[in-house]
């Protein structure tokens, strides 16, 4: 089976993306999805991505997101991933529409796209809608105490302050959050350093795909308990590994805005 592919990231955390709306006879099922996403994120061996993503039509959206991690699990929300589809309906004029909604496991999402005068979407902003912040939590990590907060934005995180990030060990503490009984289904985890009280530091091990170059949620997750804390003001840069984000509330709503990037694209064989 041949697929049509385009992969495309946002600051790093890079998905490959499978339009089922202009090949919608592509028999894709669900019970093969998983190994698709596994062997097309392969590094060495597929094309190589944090997942893949499917864009869909939808009966309550303009268009539907699905999200698979490149360990083959299916997630319910990529801020990341979302602002890169937003580029790509627009840019491949399968929407002339500026605003316009994308149905996710998530809940439906308002996205903008933003362009230069080219015409070329640089930004997208996308409204993430109310995070659930909640209580704090003490767990045992290897032997060190780390306090960490619950927050739910349509997906799980666990956000964890620190003054070192840089020389944090994640692939020792970020594994092991992740598959914590607190957590059924699993973790992202958020690690923070805050700057000041409109900049902060951020990396992220995320659900399915270990550490990756940034996380949209993971970033609106990390502002949202720095907000509810009282630690930064309702505007705040993020900085990740591969770039900036900007998040801010509008009422009790968050917004997240970035960049979105085409890498390139291709036909893949299946078997």
Same mark, same amino acid.
Request: positive net charge.
């Given at each position: 089976?041949?697929? +049509? ?40 061996? @597929?094309? @190589?991505?944090?997942? *893949?993503? +499917?864009? =869909? ?16 699990? #299916? ?22 529409? #500026? ?25 997208? =902003? ?44 994640? =692939? ?20 923070? #350093?805050? +700057? ?42 993020? +900085? ?17 805005? @970035? ?10 064989? *299946? =078997?």
């Amino acid at each position: 089976m041949k697929v +049509l592919f385009t992969k495309m990231h946002g600051l790093g955390n890079d998905y490959i993306y499978i339009d089922r709306i202009r090949n919608k006879y592509l028999n894709l099922t669900n019970d093969i999805l998983p190994r698709i996403s596994r062997y097309l994120s392969n590094r060495h061996f @597929g094309i @190589g991505a944090d997942g *893949i993503i +499917l864009i =869909e039509s939808s009966k309550i959206a303009d268009f539907k997101m699905r999200i698979f991690n490149s360990d083959g699990s #299916e997630a319910q929300m990529c801020g990341n991933g979302i602002r890169c589809l937003a580029k790509y309906v627009y840019e491949s004029k399968i929407t002339t529409k #500026e605003v316009f909604s994308i149905e996710t496991l998530a809940g439906i999402k308002e996205v903008k796209v933003l362009k230069n005068k080219e015409g070329i979407v640089e930004e997208v =902003e996308v409204n993430m809608g109310k995070a659930k912040v909640e209580k704090d939590l003490r767990l045992d990590v290897s032997n060190t105490i780390i306090t960490l907060t619950k927050v739910d934005i349509g997906n799980p995180h666990a956000v964890i302050f620190t003054r070192n990030l840089d020389n944090l060990d994640i =692939e020792k503490y970020g594994p092991i959050i992740e598959n914590n009984n607190n957590f059924p289904n699993r973790t992202n985890v958020e690690f923070v #350093e805050i +700057l000041d009280r409109n900049l902060i530091k951020l990396r992220v091990w995320e659900r399915g795909s270990k550490e990756t170059y940034a996380c949209g949620t993971g970033a609106c997750a990390a502002v949202a308990t720095c907000v509810y804390k009282d630690w930064c003001d309702k505007k705040v840069k993020v +900085l990740l590994k591969g770039g900036e984000l900007n998040i801010s509330y509008k009422k009790d709503d968050i917004y997240m805005r @970035g960049i979105a990037t085409n890498v390139f694209s291709g036909i893949i064989d *299946i =078997e």
